[in-house]
């Protein structure tokens, strides 16, 4: 059964996604690294999700790990994985209106960014 786990590799790498482990192997979906930053002005940390896999050059966000190169798993909090499920979400919906808008014609574009520019200017009266 498949639970969303945060992964934490030997190398420090903290990961999250939908882990399912088999016979001294874990495999994750849609694995995205956690990472911390320090912002220095507002003195806080920032945590940031980005893919793990480079998802431009793979058909799937998948892989397998294996269990010598996990040093442990966590549980995260539902607040956690409620952000990662909307990362998830935007990425989609990203990935989507790029593949739309590759579709559109120059003219189509030209239409839509008058369309909004007029928009616009109606709002901002």
């Not at 320090?38 to 998802?55: E, F, G, M, V, Y």
């Not at 952000?83 to 120059?106: M, Q």
């Amino acid at each position: 059964m498949e639970q969303i786990k945060i992964v934490r590799l030997k190398t420090g790498t903290d990961i999250i996604g939908y882990i399912k482990e088999d016979n001294y192997l874990t495999y994750i979906r849609d694995a995205m690294i956690i990472e911390m930053h320090d912002d220095l002005k507002n003195r806080k940390q920032i945590l940031t999700l980005a893919n793990w896999a480079p998802s431009s050059i793979i058909k799937t966000n998948e892989c397998f790990i294996g269990d010598n190169d996990i040093l442990t798993k966590f549980e995260p909090t539902e607040v956690f994985v409620d952000h990662y499920l909307g990362t998830l979400k935007t990425i989609s919906n990203l990935v989507k209106a790029k593949e739309e808008a590759d579709k559109l014609k120059d003219d189509e574009i030209m239409e839509m960014i008058e369309a909004m520019e007029e928009k616009e200017y109606y709002t901002l009266q």
